[in-house]
């Protein structure tokens, strides 16, 4: 006391004291030094430093030292005796990083700056609190004479940056000395659009703290942006208008001409900004601007209005309305009008000018169909409440979201008066139900307001016992939100069911014992006397759901009560104490055991005791507790032959592990389910931890084998964890070449798998056989091609590993049939440029790598590559063949959604004139419970066929078939024999969509008849038929799922080409069709074949008949074919001609001639950069990108014929 004060005597006679404490601390570390030095009396600070000895770089409070405390209240000769003290540390830093100079420049005493500065070469550049350096000091603090002694050092960096990016600049601004900012900017040069925190200008800050002459001076340099934008695209008058000084803002518009409609990166005007804000006048100002826009909408759709409603200024909103004639029922962020923002933010006065305009909507609901009066109702202010229903006649039981009335909404947000005003009105129902069935009461009992809960049960008599959501009634949702007033009240209720059920059997007390409040169950068993044995869902007491939730005291609550059994059995078998060990409560568990003698090794679910539960739940101090109890059996077996080592070593506890396996020796080679061990279960679950614990125990066989022969290698591979397979193959020495399930290795299941790395560790190892046959004659190499496709694993393979690349597997496939049949181009390519590739090689069924190419999913791609590159034998393959695969592949590639189609053989008609072709194709869903047998004994769904005779096939038909199948589950083959009359119809009539409508479709020769009639409820209604295709049209897309952009399309055959390709319905008014080739208008909306599938059928001709002709003679073409030109034909015409064949030909080298074409400024870089970099897709699709924007640009091109042929 006697240094803060300056008592200098006071001070000499105390220190004179033998037990006088000199360096004593204060509660903030503060010595008496630092207090004389704080008060300045350099006598008492010279006579405790000299005469005492004090310790000069003491640290007090926020680690400053006596040096710090000077400087920072400007005590000038007590910082010059100091700094005369050779021990004094002048560079030492506060808490906050900050020096003495810092301090000094601060407080603004620039006699001892400069001392600091010249006398004692303090460094002026050092970073203090934020970064900050001296003159960024001394500039926040406005002390000009400091910045000019300080920016006169050449030393002096005045550019130097803050963490927050911010220059000594951007501070003057921002504190708004005048002085200081023409120093930086005139004198020193300093930039004027520097940009600094979140990108904002040295104008930005002096914008944002009104500092009309700092923003004058600014605007008046050549230099300064005045719409430069900060990273929110915030420009200088944004801020301005946020910090609401008008003078700033004219200057701006009128005298700087800025952009009074600027957006932000939000979409935020400045007319925006002020109106959040509440500026009046900068409101008044921008509007009288011609040029500003008052309708201005940001990125939510809010208007100025929307904001100015918010924010409460009611002279703006008025302004806006009256003045400016604003669209007070607009909607903004969803669909919110200025009344509902009004009523939301609780302003009275806007609701109250709002609503007496007769233009303004008051019933208007938002996106979530909520009123105005939801929103009042919700936000809590009782006047707007009472002015909406009485003075403007609101409908007080209009429904929002989720059904919810005003009353819920009151309820909900816990807003007593509101719902006392509400339940008033006679037109108020009280029992209204929610989407959910809850009433207002069932709200008001979860917000936990009892007194809402009161007024509702005592005064408006609401039905204590309705049932709301899942059948839980009031006292249910109390019970679970823990609100025990709520639940007191309701239950002294005489009417109130205390046993009340929901719908899964739950009853009050089951909740409240999962919620955890033992008052409200304490009451509920005590005072109400509830079932403590009661059992809910899946046959659960409250003791379990006590045990589950992990609520001790409540546990112990309830087992104090002799009626509760402790051993109750849920549905599952599942006792409390398996729950308390699943939920990881040592203390209910030992409470349990220890206390009430439950039986740990009780069996549960799957027969898993306590220990079992604790260990896949990873709850190693449960496990501690009960191993170390002597009936615990450590060895139990569940239903699976688990004992609960395996279940650790699933759930990746290395801790549990080894306290089993150390503490207490539990078996490490214990055969489980499959025969597998602890070993095979950690590594199927991928911990290596676990993994190299086990391992190192002597005891553990680590090479057993599961009942399918798999070791804990070929589960490591499957799993594909590397470090776990590094660890077995190179420190624990295991056999590479062990044989598991199906004669697998683990080589095998590395390749299925497509890991590379884990492939290259296996292959290294010396005895790795790469050439191991499984049971199917599959070889490591036909596991890479077929199932993972992993262009390294397959490399590796064969250009490293020498791997045979005309090994025979199952069905007698070579590595290419694999290739081909899965679409591998990349991999094709590396195995047919081997030189001992036999791309001609046969199968069992005789099909070459060319025929599985063609099979199923159609690969033209990798065809064409075969054909035209390597020369392939075509033999054998038909011009049909190769025009169902390159149609097939054009769709695909158009974006166009088809089904498979399969050609049958020759069948004959049923009068057995003639032999016609059938296409089958299977419907897109497969039923689950309709089977067949594949090739290679698995199972798989059987598709439903539909059978179409080629030549002539209504078109509904087709669609009729596909929505009628989608609800049956048959093995029944369909087959529709067609007539060619026109006049005969083929109805079927069949329940579908969301809404049970029954539909009727009706096929004719060449469109399609959809009549709609509504189901409300279980009862038909007697509504009209629709004759709409447009209704129809909604209710089929519910049921196909098959949509391209606006259309739905189906593969059928053309009538007129016999060549199947989609029919479109299309949604427009003109629409086309295809009779005999032609293309024909017309003004109906229904089914038809569209002008781009008729083209694209044309384009599949074209390059059929180029593929047949090339099949007959045998011949291959360079991998870098031009397409044709004919120079007598348009170029937009000529390229979709023979777009498909361009596409074909860039597939087959896309990356080279994406950048020939890119170094042509044929295509951009953005198309070339994608088809080079990007994954995912394969050549052919790459390809065609290209072609697409080839073709819309063609018809500029100066000169087609030299675009075409580069």
């Known amino acids: 006391m006697a240094c803060l004060n300056r008592n200098f005597e006071a001070v000499q006679f105390l220190t004179n004291s ?62 010059q005796f100091l700094t005369s003290y050779t021990e004094c540390n002048i560079e030492a830093e506060g808490n906050d990083q900050d020096r003495p100079l810092h301090l000094a420049c601060k407080s603004g005493n620039v006699d001892i700056v400069r001392h600091l500065v010249i006398d004692e070469h303090c460094d002026v550049n050092a970073k203090g609190r934020n970064g900050l350096t001296p003159l960024h000091r001394a500039c926040l603090n406005r002390n000009f004479e400091t910045v000019q002694f300080l920016t006169s050092s050449t030393e002096c960096n005045i550019e130097a940056e803050d963490n927050v990016q911010h220059r000594p600049l951007h501070l003057a601004c921002g504190s708004g000395n005048l002085d200081i900012v023409r120093h930086l900017v005139i004198d020193k040069h300093c930039d004027v659009n520097a940009k600094g925190r979140n990108g904002l200008t040295p104008l930005h800050m ?16 050549t230099e300064c942006n005045i719409e430069a934008e900060g990273n929110d695209q915030d420009r200088p ?63 939510d759709q809010d208007r100025p209005l ?128 929610d989407n959910a069935q809850d009433r207002p009461l069932h709200l008001a009992c979860g917000s936990g307001n009892v007194d809402i809960v009161r007024h509702l049960v005592i005064n408006k008599h609401c039905d204590v016992n309705a049932k709301g959501r899942d059948g839980l009634t009031p006292l249910h949702i109390a019970c679970l939100s823990c609100n025990f007033e709520t639940v007191q009240f309701l239950t002294s209720s005489t009417e109130c069911n205390i046993e009340a059920e929901d719908n899964d059997q739950d009853r009050p007390l089951h909740l409240a014992c999962g919620s955890g409040n033992v008052d409200i169950v304490r009451h509920l068993v005590i005072d109400k006397h509830c079932d403590v044995n009661a059992k809910g869902r899946d046959g659960l007491t409250p003791l379990h759901m006590a045990c589950l939730s992990c609520n001790f005291e409540t546990v112990q609550f309830l087992t104090s009560s002799t009626e509760c059994n402790i051993e109750a059995e849920g549905n599952y078998q599942d006792r409390p104490l398996h729950l308390a060990c699943k939920s990881g409560n040592v203390d209910i568990v030992r409470h349990l055991v220890i206390d009430k003698h439950c039986d740990v090794n009780a069996k549960g679910r799957n027969g898993l005791t306590p220990l079992h539960v604790a260990c896949l739940n990873r709850n190693f101090e449960t496990v501690q507790f009960l ?98 397979v590094r660890h077995l ?305 909604v209710t089929v897309t519910q049921s196909l799922h098959y949509t391209y952009k606006s259309k739905h399309e189906f593969g059928v055959p053309c009538t007129c080409t016999g060549v199947p390709h989609p029919a479109v319905i299309d949604f427009n008014e003109s629409a086309t069709k295809c009779v005999n080739g032609r293309i024909v208008e017309f003004n109906e909306k229904q089914l038809y074949w569209s002008k781009k599938v008729v083209e694209l059928n044309n384009t599949i001709q074209n390059t059929s008949s180029k593929v047949s002709s090339q099949t007959e003679s045998h011949k291959s073409s360079s991998s870098h074919g031009t397409a044709a030109v004919d120079t007598e034909v348009c170029p937009r015409d000529l390229f979709r001609e023979h777009s498909a064949d361009i596409t074909q030909c860039i597939s087959l080298d896309v990356v080279r001639v994406a950048d020939r074409l890119f170094a042509a400024k044929v295509i951009p870089e953005q198309l070339r950069n994608e088809v080079s970099n990007v994954t995912g897709l394969d050549d052919y699709r790459k390809a065609n990108k290209m072609t697409v924007h080839i073709q819309n640009t063609l018809s500029c091109h100066s000169n087609p014929i030299e675009y075409l042929t580069e």
């Open 18 to 79: 033998t037990e006088c404490n000199i360096e004593a601390e204060g509660n903030d570390q503060d010595r008496p030094l630092h207090l004389a030095c704080k008060s300045g009396n350099v006598d008492i600070v010279r006579h405790l430093v000299i005469d005492k000895h004090c310790d000069v770089n003491a640290k007090g409070r926020n680690g400053l030292t006596p040096l710090h405390r000077a400087c920072l209240n400007r005590n000038f000769e007590t910082v």
């Open 206 to 221: 002096a914008c944002l703290n009104r500092n009309f002459e700092a923003v004058q001076f600014l605007t008046n340099s």
């Open 237 to 299: 008058l944004h801020l301005a208008c946020e910090s609401g000084n008008v003078d700033i803002v004219r200057h701006l518009v009128i005298d700087k001409h800025c952009d009074v409609n600027a957006k932000r990166k939000d979409g935020l005007t400045p007319l925006h900004m002020a109106c959040l804000n509440r500026n009046f006048e900068t409101v008044q100002f921008l509007t009288n601007s011609t040029e500003c826009n008052k309708e201005a909408e940001d990125n």
């Open 306 to 433: 929307h904001l100015a409603c918010e924010s409460g200024n009611v002279d703006i909103v008025r302004h806006l309305v009256i003045d400016k004639h604003c669209d007070v029922n607009a909607k903004g962020s969803n669909g919110l009008t200025p009344l509902h923002m009004a009523c939301l933010n609780r302003n009275f006065e806007t609701v109250q000018f709002l609503t007496s305009s007769t233009e303004c909507n008051i019933e208007a609901e938002d996106n979530d169909q909520h009123r105005p009066l939801h929103l009042a109702c919700r936000s809590g202010n009782v006047d707007i409440v009472r002015h909406l229903v009485i003075d403007k006649h609101c409908d007080v039981n209009a429904k929002g979201r989720d059904g919810l009335t005003p009353l819920h909404m009151a309820c909900l947000n816990r807003n007593f008066e509101t719902v006392q005003f509400l339940t008033s009105s006679t037109e108020c129902n009280i029992e209204a139900e």
């Open 627 to 724: 191993t170390s109890s002597t009936e615990c059996n450590i060895e139990a077996e569940d239903n699976d032959q688990h004992r609960p080592l395996h279940l650790a070593c699933g759930s990746g506890n290395v801790d549990i592990v080894r306290h089993l396996v150390i503490d207490k020796n539990c078996d490490v080679n214990a055969k489980g389910r499959d025969g597998l061990t602890p070993l095979h279960m950690v590594c199927l679950n991928r911990n290596f931890e676990t993994v190299q614990f086990l391992t190192s125990s002597t005891e553990c066989n680590i090479e057993a084998e599961g009942n399918d022969q798999d070791r804990p290698l070929h589960l490591a591979c499957q799993s594909r964890n590397l470090d776990i």
């Open 729 to 1033: 193959v190179i420190d624990k020495g295991c056999d590479t070449n062990a044989k598991g399930r199906n004669g697998y290795t683990p080589l095998h299941y590395a390749c299925e798998k497509g890991h590379f790395e884990m492939v290259k560790i296996l292959t290294n190892h010396p005895q790795c056989n790469t050439e191991a046959e499984n049971s199917f004659n599959d070889r490591p190499l036909h596991k890479a091609y077929y199932e993972s496709g992993n262009f390294d694993i397959v490399r590796h393979l064969v250009i490293d590993k020498h791997c045979d690349v005309n090994a025979k597997g199952r069905f007698d496939y070579t590595p290419l049939h694999y290739a081909c049949k899965k679409g591998h181009f990349e991999i094709v390519k590396i195995l047919t440029n081997h030189p001992q590739c036999n791309i001609e090689a046969e199968d069992e069924n005789n099909d070459r790598p060319i025929h599985l190419a063609l099979s199923g999913k159609t690969h033209m791609n990798i065809v064409n590559y075969l054909v035209e590159v390597k020369g392939c034998n075509t033999q054998g393959i038909t011009t049909y063949d190769m025009k169902v695969s390159s149609y097939l592949h054009i769709y695909q590639s158009s974006g166009i959604a088809l089904l498979r189609v399969v050609k049958s053989g020759p069948m004959k008609d049923k009068v057995g004139r003639k032999a016609v072709k059938y296409y089958f194709m299977p419907c897109a869903l497969k039923p689950a419970d309709v089977e067949k047998e594949e090739r290679d004994g698995s199972v798989s769904p059987v598709p439903l066929l539909i059978c179409f005779e080629c030549g002539y096939t209504p078109v509904g038909v087709f669609c009729c078939l596909v929505v009628y199948l989608l609800d049956q589950k048959t093995d029944q083959v369909l087959e529709w024999k067609l007539t060619g009359n026109d006049q005969y119809r083929n109805r079927i009539t069949f329940h579908v969509g969301k809404y049970h409508d029954t539909v009727t479709l009706i096929s004719h020769a060449t469109y399609l008849e959809v009549w709609v009639q509504q189901i409300k409820g279980s009862q038909l209604s007697t509504s009209d038929l629709l004759s709409s295709l447009h209704k129809g049209l």
